[in-house]
């Protein structure tokens, strides 16, 4: 004779879908957060990797917009103002940046360090923009690097490759001021780095190594800053615990935490005379944050239920919610693949769970009649 206890889980199983009613999650900030845009020239002058960013080549380069905070206008302008400039050749992408510091100090030497322990400056690059198996650089004042890799970002698994060592990679570092001396007061310090397209050319998945007049790809730029005390003549960290570091970004995540790459920046690769070509919006980026609103409640509804939604309508979304461009969405149940953490699955043992995700399939047409799809993955990859 089946339990009472039976019967109530029978019951349960038969009953209606859940539903998603409310979603309060970190979407809700990132989504009214517009990518910056930036058109980097191509340039036929050589650029000498020394930190000062005075050669010809950057003079016709622009500046970047102001850094400000990783969680967007929702906190403080940074106390100092970070901008960066880029241009690229034949042979390598390149990237100056400039930080005004009144106290410029470093202590880690030794490469592949976790860099972000001193104050430093990061680079993000995910070529083909898919969110998946993109590259990061960060680099202290004392022209220290670490180079690593994601598969994915943290929050779909990773996997993290560090190091992840890209050859030819050539940097410098000024400093207008002082290194390590609090007996004074700096300007700031400055960053130049050189990016072979060979070696990036691991990361391009479906984009061009050099790129082609008109490409664009993600990138992502951070500082990292911590407080200082001065104590007996010499700079001493303030840990985390008493004051958690800041960190100021080029293209604001609304949330903090850089390994959001649907946030990063656009950056158009072009061969015209600087300062004449137009960015070109990205006709598929409200087609893009749609689908990665998905992606963010199914997190919702999966921490909730145990399990991915098979409808949008479980999701509390509708077709009236769609981007014009968006003609057809529908969401096929899958089985994750075999690197799947066990995070992903249904239950707590991975090796017996059902590994399941989803793949969410839209078509888009646009203005001029052309169509195409855009898929998005239960991992977060967007192509």
């Known amino acids: ?6 019967l109530l889980s029978a019951v349960a199983v038969a009953g209606p879908p859940q539903r998603l009613e409310s979603y309060d999650g970190p979407w809700q900030h990132m989504r009214v957060i517009r990518p910056q845009q930036y058109v980097a020239y191509s340039t036929s002058e050589p650029v000498v990797i020394d930190g000062r960013g005075d050669d010809a080549a950057w003079q016709s380069a622009e500046w970047t917009a102001p850094f400000v905070d990783i969680e967007g206008d929702r906190k403080p302008r940074p106390q100092f103002l970070t901008r960066a400039k880029m241009t690229w050749d034949d042979d390598y992408f390149y990237v100056f940046a400039r930080l005004d510091e009144p106290h410029v100090w470093a202590t880690l030497t030794e490469k592949n360090s976790v860099m972000f322990q001193d104050n430093d400056f990061e680079v993000f690059i995910d070529p083909d923009g898919d969110n998946h198996d993109y590259y ?5 004042a004392l022209n220290t690097i670490w180079e690593l890799s994601l598969g994915r970002p943290y929050m779909d698994g990773g996997p993290l490759r560090n190091p992840h060592n890209i050859d030819g990679v050539r940097t410098a570092v000024h400093i207008d001021g002082t290194l ?33 007049d008109g490409d664009q790809w993600r990138v ?8 200082v005390n001065i104590v007996d003549g010499k700079y001493v960290k303030v840990p985390r615990s008493e004051r958690p570091e800041d960190n100021w970004v080029w293209s604001p995540q609304g949330l903090i935490n850089m390994h959001r790459p649907e946030r990063w920046g656009f950056v158009q690769f072009s061969t015209a005379a600087p ?42 979304m509708n077709a009236e919610d769609r981007p014009e461009i968006v003609t057809d969405a529908t969401i096929e149940m899958t089985e994750a693949s075999a690197d799947t953490p066990a995070d992903e699955t249904n239950g707590k043992d991975a090796d017996k769970a059902v590994q399941r995700g989803y793949l969410v399939t839209v078509q888009l047409q646009f203005p001029d009649g052309t169509t195409r799809p855009l898929r998005l993955q239960h991992d977060s990859r967007l192509w």
């Open 180 to 212: 390590n001396d609090a007996g004074d007061e700096d300007s700031g310090w400055s960053v130049e780095i050189a990016f072979p397209w060979e070696g990036l050319a691991r990361h391009r998945g479906a984009a061009h190594t050099p790129p082609r």
């Open 220 to 227: 992502g730029f951070s500082r990292v800053e911590w407080m």
């Open 275 to 316: 300062g004449t070509a137009e960015f070109v919006d990205d006709p598929t980026l409200p087609a893009r944050d749609w689908l990665m609103g998905i992606y963010h409640r199914q997190r919702a509804y999966r921490e909730q239920f145990g399990h991915y939604a098979d409808s949008l309508d479980l999701l509390g």
């Open 136 to 140: 990061e650089f960060e680099m202290n």
């Open 1 to 6: 004779m089946p339990t009472l206890a039976l």
